[in-house]
């Protein structure tokens, strides 16, 4: 009996195509972790439970440590709804999916996000070469969800920030303090 990675279907599909491909090996930087491990939360923000309770990290964003989780915003149980946000390595926090699937669309775009404290955001350079199995991502994600890759992530991360963005920030901040 195998069991499941996560309670999100989405991530589950995720994982086994990673368990195929490897680790950052479909999108720079990025890879999924153990499922709702708050260490990374507690040593860097915060260990109140009011706020280690309302996130979980999934997913390493970068190479250097920054990593995604989803942000229970309310008590919804589709957990692929959620919004996602990325907490840096040098610190700042920011929404940058409307939810999952979202996010799935900026992986294609094959580039590790950069977190500063005022912003998120990505950049590629036109030469960079794309990751050993992007192409097979992009497959991926047009087979099973239908999905294109972000063109534009900053179109993206700005839907995002204009629908959960205030809401996060003013929640948050309590607990940075």
């Known amino acids: 009996m195998t069991t499941a990675y996560s309670p999100v279907e989405e991530l589950n599909l995720l994982k086994g195509f990673q368990d195929r491909v490897g680790y ?3 999108a720079r930087g990025f890879g999924l972790t153990e499922y709702g491990d708050i260490s990374g939360l507690a040593a860097g923000w915060s260990r109140d439970p009011a706020f280690t309770g ?3 990290p999934f997913a390493q964003a970068t190479g250097g440590g920054s990593f995604y ?6 008590d919804r149980e589709d957990l692929a ?10 610190g700042g926090e920011h929404v940058v999916a409307r939810h999952v699937r979202e996010l799935f ?10 977190v500063e404290h005022a ?3 990505f950049y590629r350079d036109e030469d960079e070469p794309h990751t050993d199995c992007h192409d097979e991502y992009v497959a991926w994600l047009d ?8 063109k534009d992530p900053d179109a993206v991360l700005a ?9 996060f920030a003013d929640w948050i901040r309590p607990f940075l303090l």
């Open 24 to 26: 950052e090996n479909f």
């Open 54 to 56: 309302r996130l979980v």
């Open 69 to 74: 989780a989803l942000w229970r915003i309310d």
């Open 81 to 90: 709804t959620l919004p996602v946000v990325v907490f840096g390595d040098e």
């Open 105 to 114: 669309q900026l992986l294609g775009f094959d580039e590790e996000i950069s």
């Open 119 to 121: 912003k998120a955001y």
């Open 143 to 150: 087979r099973h969800f239908g999905l294109p890759v972000a």
């Open 159 to 167: 839907a995002a920030q204009a629908e959960f963005g205030e809401r």
